[in-house]
């Protein structure tokens, strides 16, 4: 049914009736026509495209709940939350990671400022799994005034934003870094979950850094599989009061692999750029154990030969070079070979005590 009536300055207007039944009927097809829309788009796998799918989902939850207030208005009953599951916005939220740039915090020396801006790395876990970097998405920094040389920066290429100290910071700093959602979802930002992780300090000195050893061991002029020296270095190291030594991560010490061919700064340069605070000072080396000599039956002996570079890998400087023979024996090359190879890395950790505790980090910042 409908009526048309002439109203204030000449205007018509028209009012028309419709069956309450027939509107909610109509207004669950043009909801349902929506759904349809929005599941059957396809988008990228890309954090971009995650994105846009996820905004599409929001948008229609919001038609769902204006629907239902509607049909609620109109049939004076009650009308149920939203299908689908979890909002849209917290499925995706789940998919983010945002972690500190370093691993266990911003490193410092003591009473000194940080060595590396505040940072963070926002990635998207991609359909296969994958961790893949966002970039242009501003995040949020959250410091004590002062501290920091800005409050807002925006992820690069790799996913990752910095912001510079401004001032020395208090050992205890805490900083929040989360993601900015206006810029990602305009009016939607107040239904976008809180993405954040919290940037602390790490005061680095000779005795809690991070000493990575990593050794090239060959027997008989063969590489091999196994880590004696390193495994021996860092035991004797901890032992020594070194608590945080440990054997490069391997997916690290793949970086490694041009130093044996001579480009040993390159390769050195190459694990700074990618370390991520996994280490401080690198233990870097190459030892060979040979055929000594026969003992008795088939007891022989074995001299291994060790030369080792000690880095500190935030300052990009050397500090020292340390040289290493000695001699065992053994039954047969395999066990001569491992217990002089075991015996130069204890002796290795004795002297990396003795050149570590006449070191000044501090001294040697660039």
């Known amino acids: 049914m409908t009526r048309t009536e002439l109203v204030a300055d000449g205007q018509t207007a028209v009012l028309v009736a419709v069956q309450r039944r027939l509107l909610g009927e109509r207004m669950l097809a043009w909801l349902d026509q929506a759904d349809e829309q929005v599941t059957s788009r396809r988008h990228p796998d890309t954090p971009a495209g995650r994105l846009a799918a996820a905004i599409a989902g929001a948008e229609l939850r919001m038609l769902e709940a204006f629907t239902c ?53 926002l990635r998207l876990q991609s359909a296969r799994g994958e961790p893949v970097p966002w970039p242009d998405v501003v995040l949020r920094f959250d410091a004590p005034a002062g501290v920091l040389a800005g409050s807002e920066a925006t992820t690069g290429p790799d996913g990752c934003a910095t912001v510079p100290f401004a001032a020395l910071p208090a050992d205890d700093l805490r900083i929040v870094v989360r993601v900015a959602s206006e810029p990602l979802v305009g009016e939607l930002a107040a239904d976008f979950p809180d993405v954040t992780c919290e940037l602390r300090l790490r005061t680095v000195t000779t005795r809690s ?113 340390l040289e290493l023979a000695n001699r065992a024996q053994g039954l047969g090359d395999e066990e001569a070979a491992r217990n002089a190879m075991a015996e130069t890395g204890r002796q290795l950790a004795e002297r990396l005590h003795q050149l570590l505790g006449k070191v000044n980090l501090s001294a040697r910042l660039p």
């Open 69 to 121: 207030r509607r049909l609620t208005a109109l049939a004076a009953g009650e009308c149920g939350p939203p299908a689908g599951g979890d909002h849209p916005f917290l499925v995706f939220a789940t998919q983010l990671r945002l972690q500190p740039q370093l691993d266990g915090g911003v490193p410092r020396l003591p009473g000194q400022p940080p060595l590396r801006p505040a940072g963070a790395c």
């Open 209 to 321: 850094a991070r000493v990575a050893v990593h050794i090239f061991e060959h027997v008989l002029g063969r590489p091999t599989r196994e880590a004696v020296t390193g495994e021996t270095t860092v035991a004797a190291l901890r032992r020594l009061g070194y608590a945080n030594s440990a054997l490069l991560d391997p997916g690290l010490a793949a970086l490694l692999a041009p130093a044996k061919s001579g480009a040993v700064e390159e390769a050195i340069d190459a694990l700074r750029s990618r370390a991520a605070g996994a280490a401080d000072i690198l233990v870097l080396g190459e030892i060979h154990s040979d055929f000594l000599s026969r003992a008795i039956g088939r007891t022989l002996w074995h001299e291994a030969t060790l030369a080792v570079r000690v880095v500190d890998l935030w300052a990009g400087k050397a500090l020292g070079e």
